[in-house]
Every structure is written in C-alpha cells, then in structure tokens.
C-alpha cells in the first residue's frame, strides 16, 4: 500500500522482506492536510521488523515531524541511527525532540455522564474540598514566607521601603477613617435603641449603656473595622498586585534583582498593622458615643451619667482583649489581600475574580478567628 504527494510521500512496501517504509519529499506544514491524509492511509503502529528509508526526505519542521514521529511510533526514535542510517542528526534530533514532546502530552480524558445526581453532588463537594485545601496551604506558606521576608529585613534599615510603608498606612488608615466612624456610629445608635427598648420591658433602661460600652469594646468595634478593611483594603491589595502581575511588571522587578515580597507585600502588611488598632480604636469610640446620643435623647441619660457608668461598671480589660484581635485581623487580611494579587494570571477577568475571592477569604477569616477567640475568652474568664 502506498500514498505519493507532489512535495512529500510515504511509501510502505509490504511485499519485501523485511517491510520497508520509503519516506521522501518535503514534509513542512505548508503540506500538512495532505501529507496527513497519506499518512493516514498507512497502517499505524508499523511491524517492529520494518525498516525505514529517509534517504530522500526534503526539507522538514516540527509540523512534519509530528506526523513522522507518529507514523515511526515512540519506539524507532530513540535508535534512529540505526533505524534509519541515512538521516542527517540535526533532523535525528528534530524528530527525538518532537517525539519526547508529543510522549508528554495527554490526551483529555472525555468525562461520561452517569446521570447520578448524588454522585455528581458528592464529587462536587470533593472537588470543592480538596480546593479549599489546596488554598489554606498557599496561605499558609505564604504566611511563612511573609515572616521570613520580615525577619530578613528588620534588622536592616537600609531595606525598610519608609516612603512606601507611609503611602500604604495613609491609604489604608487615614482614608478610611470617615467611614469606619461613620458606620462604627450609626450601629452603635442602632445597638442602643434595640437595648432600651427590650430592656425598658423591665425598667432597666439604664443597663443600655452596659450593653453599648461592653458590645463594642470586645466585638464591633474591632470586628466592624477589620470586616470594612477586608471589603476596601485586601480588594485594593488585590486588585494593585494582580493588575501588576498582568501586566507583567512583578517579572520586572525580579529582573532588576528585587524582591517582590519585600518591596510590594511587606509595606501592605506593616501598614495594615499599624492602620487597623488605630480604626478599631475610633471604631470603638465611635459607636459608644452613637449609644451614648441615643440614651441621652431617648432614655434620658445624660452624657455625664453615661460616662460614669462606663467608668464604673467597665473594666478597661474588655478594651484590651477586644483590642489585642486588631492585629491579627490586620495581618491576615493583608496577606490573603496580597496572595491572591500574586495568583492573578494575565486577564482582566482574573484581576476581578482574585479581587472578589480575597474579600470572601478574609470576612470568613476574620469572622471564624473572632468566634474561636470569643470562646477562649470565655473559658478563660477573660
């Protein structure tokens, strides 16, 4: 059986003793259709003992490499001097070449739809599992990876990025300040109206201001803050890093012989750390004085008795163990702020998925941290 082109041809003469396979003409991807139809035609894998005449091969390129490799089978190439003494070693090469490029390729495996919807449900799950791990164990090294930069560069003032650490701190900390007490106010009018009027009920309206000093002392001012810093703050870290990483600017850096962590992540995270205990700080302040306006023109407790309820009945504990959650809230919102800019590939589309998922990550994140840390506070009598 064979098959002849103008430009390329293949010839297997199945009569001889050995089979042999005459391969001739130019095999380039100008000619691929045609030389892939005539390959085509040819019973593939050839019989072990068939030999191989490439004495007449033209010009070649990987595309007609493929279709030779292929024809050939894996096993020829790696003894083609043998095989195939006529062939030059720069096109020996090309063919090894193709044809260990061409081994490591797989084909997609084409998924069967069995109909079972539990066990389409429970695969989904899996899937999902398997990457929410694979996800805490980026964090995870990124976070090492974070402190050794930190630890690295501490002592070496030299490497401090002060002008950059300063930007950051005013974007994430001074710019936020009005809607941080803004919002920290107006839950705390809200907290307090909600208060009196159950506990009017009872004729103790004046616990109110209990409720208001100790709620947001321990819990919303802190948690409030660090929730608005991962819906403003991780999206903008994201969104800076992706869009530099898209455009391929942090491969930049690296070619400058810079370290990326340490001129884009650390000023992030050492920013937040010094911003979010300041926001939580006003936060606090914030929403007792909304209580306090809402006692003083709906409860008839003036701001002077106000006070000395705080003074009296609140320790200033409660503000130390609700302030001391601040930094690791800061910390873990500027890290997944800051890895999932790095996980950004060179899209658009990328840019705003990354965005939206390091949000998610961090409320999450800090609303798991502030549970557990409120049932070791309670068991601790804290």
């Known amino acids: 059986m064979s098959t002849s082109m103008a430009t390329g041809s293949a010839q297997l003469d199945a009569t001889a003793t050995p089979p042999c396979l005459r391969v001739a003409g130019d095999w380039t991807l100008a000619h691929y259709a045609e030389l892939e139809r005539a390959v085509g035609l040819i019973k593939t894998p050839l019989r072990g003992d068939t030999t191989v005449d490439l004495d007449q091969l033209g010009s070649l390129d990987t595309a007609g490499a493929s279709l030779l490799v292929g024809l050939l089978g894996a096993a ?4 083609l001097a043998h095989a195939a003494p006529g062939i030059t070693a720069a096109r020996r090469a090309l063919l090894q070449t193709v044809g260990t490029a061409l081994a490591g390729c797989r084909e997609p495996t ?7 919807a539990v066990t389409d449900l429970l695969a989904r799950i899996g899937a999902a599992m398997e990457a929410v791990w694979q996800q805490q164990l980026a964090l995870l090294g990124f976070v090492g990876l974070t402190l050794q930069t930190l630890a690295q560069t501490l002592w070496r003032p030299r ?5 950059s650490l300063a930007a950051h701190i005013e974007q994430t900390g001074l710019d936020a300040v009005p809607i941080v007490v803004l ?5 705390g009018a809200v907290v307090a109206f909600l208060g ?6 009872f004729g103790a309206t004046i616990y109110t201001v209990n409720l208001v000093a100790f709620s947001f002392m321990r819990e ?3 948690l409030l803050t660090a929730i608005l810093m991962a819906g403003r703050t991780a999206s903008a870290f994201t969104a800076q890093i992706g869009s530099m990483k898209a455009n391929e600017e942090i491969d930049a850096i690296r070619a400058l012989g810079l370290d990326p962590m340490e001129l884009l992540v650390l000023p992030r995270v050492l920013a937040l750390l010094i911003s979010l205990p300041m926001l939580a700080f006003l936060a606090t302040m914030a929403g007792i004085i909304g209580g306090g306006v809402v ?4 409860l008839d407790i003036s701001p002077i008795m106000f006070v000395n309820v705080v003074k009296t009945n609140i320790g200033v504990e409660h503000f130390l163990v609700g302030i001391a959650k601040a930094p690791v809230f800061a910390f873990l919102i500027a890290v997944i702020g800051c890895l999932e ?10 840019v705003g998925e990354h965005t939206t998922s390091s949000v998610v990550q961090c409320i999450f994140v800090v609303i798991l941290i502030d549970a557990v840390a409120a049932l070791f506070y309670m068991e601790m009598g804290w």
């Not at 020829?76 to 003894?79: E, I, K, N, S, V």
């Not at 084409?110 to 079972?116: P, W």
């Open 159 to 163: 490497r401090w990025r002060v002008t």
């Open 341 to 350: 800019g790095f996980k950004v590939t060179g899209s658009a589309e990328s």
């Open 196 to 201: 009196s009027t159950i506990l009017a009920d």
């Open 295 to 298: 006692c003083a023109l709906v």
């Open 220 to 222: 919303f001012g802190v």
């Open 76 to 79: 020829r190439l790696g003894d």
């Open 183 to 187: 919002l920290t106010f107006m839950v």
């Open 110 to 116: 084409r998924k069967t739809h069995q109909g079972n």
